[in-house]
């Protein structure tokens, strides 16, 4: 059972670039490996923006300004093109952030959001925009996402939309669930469908 998501209230980090891919989200010299160490991606989200050449910290990278700060991330349009790699996931969901707002993701990117309990959603680009000028105007604006409801409020305007998500993909998020869990839950049904189709 992972974390069950129900309704978030965070602060967020603004990253108002578009077309994000999924090798500046994590760069391919750290995909050697195949299972999920959280923290080692976490740690190497957005690496090339957040370190120099030298090693040395970007201090006008937005993760390492002490400004910014929550588990939603708020990024320009089309987050996530580029190559299929599920890493890209691992180092969203890895960092801490557990809802990612844009205009629109890459399909796969937003599937592989999805199976790493990472909420992605889609709003249109003038709630997007008026997003960022509520962050920039304060960085202690919250957004609350409403995954029973599907709706997101921006809570420095209290304008609110809603999001569209898959009905089975939701009912994982909700409850704690991944594919493998899922076909847990629903072991005795199968076997009892499985006795009659005999």
Request: proline share 4%.
């Amino acid at each position: 059972m992972k974390q069950k998501f129900n309704i978030i209230t965070s602060t967020c980090v603004p990253l108002p670039l578009e077309n994000v891919d999924t090798d500046q989200i994590i760069p391919a010299r750290f995909l050697k490996a195949t299972t999920r160490e959280e923290k080692f991606f976490g740690d190497n989200l957005f690496r090339d923006w957040r370190y120099n050449a030298d090693g040395t910290l970007n201090k006008d990278f937005v993760l390492n300004n002490p400004k910014y700060g929550g588990q939603i991330l708020v990024a320009g349009k089309n987050f996530g093109s580029g190559s299929s790699r599920e890493h890209a996931a691992w180092a969203i969901a890895g960092y801490g952030f557990r809802v990612v707002v844009s205009s629109f993701f890459a399909d796969i990117h937003k599937n592989n959001e999805l199976n790493n309990f990472v909420l992605p959603v889609v709003v249109s680009e003038a709630f997007l925009s008026e997003l960022f000028e509520s962050i920039n105007a304060d960085p202690k604006t919250e957004v609350e996402v409403d995954l029973p409801n599907q709706t997101i409020t921006n809570k420095a305007t209290g304008k609110s939309e809603k999001f569209e998500i898959n009905a089975y993909k939701k009912h994982c998020l909700i409850n704690g669930l991944d594919d493998i869990d899922f076909l847990l839950t629903n072991k005795d049904k199968i076997e009892a469908w499985e006795k009659r189709s005999r």
